[in-house]
């Protein structure tokens, strides 16, 4: 089965503290993931694919195939990264699989 | 670059009314569009997939008469939800993506539906 697994709704952290948001999948295939992000009343936006291995805003991610995971990182959380994040993954015809979310609340 | 734009971000109508969402891509050829659903506090569900130029391949459960998929140039798809009724209440995403298929989906702001 095709499922993408985000086992927190929601993750407060301090301003400063390291933050880590968990995304699991299941997949046959050759797994294709992203994060995505949205901001309180915008449209989601493009935070990170794996295949780009970089850092967008200081978070990274990394495809983890044993594990089968694509977990979320940020060394130092900052005030506006508080948003929902969503982790998905494409399968089969370019479709999106997605989580069910984490919203991330850095607190002063 | 890669804007999709989605109008009308809000709808309030009565139950029985037919209700359009477009959704456009301004600056790039989108030969795929997906429209998604989703319920507060929840995830985003596909609805459907739509080529343009063919016939949109919807997921299991979504009923196709109710849900009009219609992707007629590759800037525009649109979703229509035929005589809808309080429980289509929602918000409606769009996405699109080009022909590139190293460049991943892009968003609409969405369209919430109220239907009373």
């Known amino acids: 089965a095709q499922r993408v697994t985000q086992p927190e709704k929601l993750l407060s952290v301090f301003k400063g503290a390291p933050v880590e948001l968990k995304c699991n999948y299941s997949?046959?295939?050759?797994?294709?993931l992203f994060w995505y992000v949205q901001y309180s009343r915008q449209r989601l936006q493009l935070l990170l694919r794996?295949?780009s291995r970089e850092s967008i805003k200081g978070f990274t991610a990394d495809l983890n195939k044993g594990e089968t995971s694509f977990h979320l990182k940020k060394p130092f959380a900052q005030e506006e990264d508080s948003a929902m994040y969503y982790c998905a993954l494409s399968v089969g015809t370019y479709k999106y699989i997605f989580g069910t979310g984490t919203r991330l609340k850095v607190l002063a | 670059g890669a804007v999709v734009s989605q109008h009308p971000s809000r709808v309030i109508c009565k139950s029985g009314t037919s209700v359009k969402i477009e959704c456009r891509s301004l600056d790039f050829q989108a030969t795929t569009m997906f429209w998604y659903r989703q319920f507060p506090k929840q995830s985003l569900m596909l609805m459907a997939t739509s080529n343009e130029g063919s016939k949109a391949t919807y997921e299991q459960g979504v009923e196709k008469d109710k849900f009009l998929i219609n992707h007629a140039s590759l800037t525009l798809s649109t979703l229509t939800v035929t005589s809808a009724h309080p429980e289509d209440s929602s918000f409606y995403i769009c996405s699109a993506r080009s022909r590139d298929y190293n460049q991943p989906q892009h968003f609409g702001d969405g369209t919430r539906l109220s239907i009373l």
């Open positions: 794996h295949i």
């Open positions: 997949y046959s295939g050759s797994p294709e």
